[in-house]
């Protein structure tokens, strides 16, 4: 079997002797020594400032938005994880849908109203697969309509547009540290603020809106990563340079065997491919059917990330009409992607899906 993704595992003794340090010292969670050193490591690597760890890339959205005081309508991307809206939506938020390239699968922002910018108070796009957006463009819009500009940076770990780590772009960007991700703490993000006055207001929402008085000033939640998760970060730092490109060659591996007969996204210049994802984009849903149908049948395991559009959901309706992003994800599947995955697999994956595209193409 070949799954789809296999979080990355230290060896065990690593992560043994953190969680025999944080025993000794019995302090679990609250701002401890593992977390402040996993933050300053983690803001390092970046090259960013004012970087805050929060216990999961969802909330550190929702964080984003409060630190940012963000209110009523936020310009979005249907061609995302439900996340992205969800946390929008649950905030009494409501999202406006833009549109996205259909080469570079992200916003675009063409696709954006005038009555969009005109009425909303911030925008939300993604960095999809890890690929940068059209920062230069949302950051021009952002200045003309007064907007803040808060890049759901999920899956950009690794990942640099113009030399930069894509999380340094927008007033503040998240990126989710989940155990499926390029680099994890098993549950976990962190948000990387543009202004240190947002990244000490978001250090105190994180924590119930307590000051440094202990007083409960702000409305906070409870959003802390604890020792324990912050120690799996801290023992994978060891394998970052591994790990980001083994993932970088085994997407290139894809590349180059699929790309004569599928799309494959198109990144920015400048933007190398993180090997965050793999996903390819078939002629149409049922070619896209057939092959998930014929891989399952190798025990190769893929999955439709994004499906649907988050803009044809019931629960969304009338946020916007966004018929590129529908189409897409109706024919856009992921496969197998992770660290220990071996070229020989690649190779064995993609020659499935031609033999199949072959056998199916060729019926017609
Ligand atoms: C684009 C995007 N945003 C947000 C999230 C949520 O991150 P988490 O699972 O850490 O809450 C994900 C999860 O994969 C995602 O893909």
Not at 229 to 252: K, V
């Amino acid at each position: 079997m070949i799954p789809i993704v296999k979080p990355f595992l230290p060896e065990l003794s690593l992560y043994n002797a953190q969680v025999g340090q944080i025993f000794d010292r019995n302090y679990l969670t609250n701002n401890g020594p593992v977390l402040r050193e996993l933050e300053a490591k983690l803001a390092e690597y970046f090259g960013v400032p004012h970087l805050l760890l929060v216990a999961n890339g969802t909330i550190a959205i929702q964080i984003a938005l409060m630190a940012l005081e963000i209110k009523g309508k936020v310009i979005t991307t249907p061609f995302s994880f439900a996340a992205t809206s969800s946390t929008l939506a649950a905030m009494g938020l409501t999202p406006e849908f833009a549109d996205i390239d259909a080469q570079s699968l992200n916003i675009d922002p063409k696709t954006i109203s005038e009555a969009q910018l005109a009425h909303s108070s911030a925008i939300l796009p993604v960095h999809v697969y890890g690929n940068a957006c059209d920062v230069d463009e949302l950051a021009s819009l952002a200045k003309q309509h007064d907007l803040k500009i808060i890049y759901d940076a999920a899956h950009t770990f690794g990942a640099k547009y113009k030399g930069k780590a894509l999380l340094s772009y927008g007033d503040a960007a998240t990126i989710s540290l989940h155990a499926t991700k390029i680099f994890h703490t098993v549950e976990g993000g962190a948000i990387a603020f543009k202004h240190k006055q947002d990244y000490e207001k978001a250090k105190q929402l994180i924590n119930f809106g307590f000051d440094s008085n202990n007083m409960p000033n702000l409305v906070g939640i409870n959003a802390k990563m604890s020792e324990l998760h912050a120690a799996m970060g801290l023992c994978l730092f060891e394998y970052i340079d591994n790990i980001t490109s083994h993932r970088a060659e085994l997407f290139q591996r894809y590349q180059e065997k699929l790309d004569s007969l599928v799309y494959m996204q198109e990144y920015a210049e400048t933007c190398r491919p993180n090997g965050a994802y793999a996903p390819i984009i078939l002629a149409n849903e049922a070619e896209l059917e057939g092959v998930q149908e014929h891989l399952a049948g190798l025990a190769i395991q893929t999955r439709r990330y994004f499906y649907p559009s988050l803009s044809l959901m019931e629960c969304y309706k009338g946020a916007g009409d966004t018929p590129i992003a529908n189409d897409i994800c109706s024919r856009v599947l992921c496969l197998p992607m992770y660290y220990e995955l071996s070229f020989e697999q690649v190779d064995f994956i993609c020659a499935s899906v031609s033999k199949f595209l072959t056998y199916y193409r060729g019926r017609k």
